[in-house]
């Protein structure tokens, strides 16, 4: 045994016997439903959708929140233990435990019966790999891991964007794809809510006044490798010299991965240009005010496609990233924008203004079977148990 795995299996006893204590002692509340994620210390994206909704359908449930955010230090890790601690808990006393990424607890149990494991999984589509596809590679988990942690097991049912997305998380999570229910990303239902839509304009705009004017370039860039706390970022686009080249009709605002420490040097003469976002908004807030995207690998193209709006990927070391943990289609066919290398022919483009909205409605219309706003509502009827016939007519002749 790899001795280095010796504290996560100390871990993964100390959560089963938690588990079985618990489950001895309580029975399964079938009005008690728990969300629960490591990603944020509040309840945001799919799972604050659902959340809320329902909240206003259901009255008569108990709805609970764990939300920690995962710190990789020595002290974080002990604090987080104490947090799976009560995980078990929630684990073993909810009807619905819903999760939007990995989750230690619910990999190392055996769910009680009465008790069911929604994954919500936080990237809509299917961009770069994940859970199970990146066996082999460096991002991935290696398989003596497996042995003793056997990650994304256990889950119920999963909720995806499209039909067309389903065998690629059927592969993900090694699940069935009977188990895979492709209703809708529920954090979508945010676009087309004209009203929420204004209200975060505005509420952006009152924080940035500067930028009223301004056509917005959002620069959202995934992270890279396994950490949590990726140290450092070093933006690879220059950005004194896209300033020049798009001039001051337009700004930058800059929102990185949440596992990337919140730094990035702005040189003081271009602080009025570049704006680095600390968390204040959501990405929908962003991709709601933002008339330009540009990526590398991020899966919130999926999320702003919806709003037909131009995107250009940026991306400088591809090769690297496909050897890392690579994709499940071609990268260079599948992005619905172009590729750049360069800061010079990124700024041309945008300065030019000549975007190809049809490309983008193609991509939307291919990963989103529901384009309506009732993701959420689907969902909640789908875990009530309700109008699954219809649910399933309707999505039959859409596909």
């Not at 100390?10 to 439903?33: C, W």
């Not at 600390?278 to 933002?290: H, P, R, V």
């Not at 990233?321 to 945008?350: A, C, H, M, N, V």
Request: glycine share 4%.
């Amino acid at each position: 045994m790899n001795i280095k795995l010796l504290p996560t299996i100390i871990v993964k006893y100390l959560i089963r016997s938690a588990f079985f204590l618990f489950s001895l002692l309580f029975p399964v509340n079938e009005k008690k439903i728990t969300f629960a994620s490591y990603r944020s210390v509040k309840l945001e994206g799919n799972l604050q959708f659902i959340y809320q909704e329902m909240a206003n359908e259901y009255k008569d449930i108990t709805l609970s929140i764990l939300m920690k955010k995962f710190n990789g230090s020595f002290f974080g890790k002990l604090d987080y233990v104490w947090h799976m601690l009560k995980a078990c808990y929630a684990l073993a006393t909810s009807k619905f435990f819903i999760i939007d990424d990995f989750y230690f607890p619910v990999y190392v149990i055996k769910p009680r019966k009465g008790t069911e494991i929604i994954q919500l999984w936080h990237a809509p589509g299917a961009f770069k790999k994940f859970g199970l596809s990146t066996i082999g590679k460096s991002f991935g988990t290696s398989k003596e891991y497996l042995k003793h942690v056997p990650i994304h097991s256990n889950y119920s049912r999963v909720y995806v964007s499209s039909q067309k997305v389903v065998p690629y998380y059927a592969d993900a999570f090694g699940l069935p794809e009977e188990s895979i229910f492709p209703l809708g990303v529920p954090r979508t239902d945010f676009f087309f809510d004209h009203d929420k839509m204004n209200d975060s304009v505005n509420k952006f705009y009152l924080r940035f006044p500067e930028l009223i004017n301004k056509k917005l370039i959002l620069y959202a860039p995934t992270y890279r490798g396994d950490s949590h706390n990726q140290d450092h970022f070093n933006c690879p686009i220059d950005i004194p010299l896209l300033r020049e080249i798009v001039g001051d009709e337009y700004a930058l605002i800059i929102n990185l991965h949440p596992y990337m420490k919140k730094s990035i040097n702005i040189n003081k003469k271009d602080e009025n240009f570049a704006f680095l976002m600390n968390g204040e908004f959501s990405i929908e807030d962003l991709l709601a005010a933002t008339d330009i995207l540009i990526t590398d690998y991020s899966s919130v193209i999926f999320d702003y496609s919806i709003l037909e709006k131009p995107m250009a990927f940026y991306a400088t070391e591809l090769e690297d990233y496909k050897e890392e943990r690579d994709f499940y289609f071609d990268y260079e066919s599948f992005i619905p924008g172009p590729l750049f290398t360069e800061t010079q022919s990124l700024g041309k483009w945008i300065y030019e203004g000549v975007f190809n909205k049809a490309e983008i409605s193609k991509f939307k219309n291919e990963f989103f079977d529901f384009i309506d706003g009732n993701a959420s509502k689907r969902i909640v009827d789908h875990l009530q148990g309700k109008e699954v016939a219809e649910q399933k007519k309707e999505l039959l002749s859409n596909v």
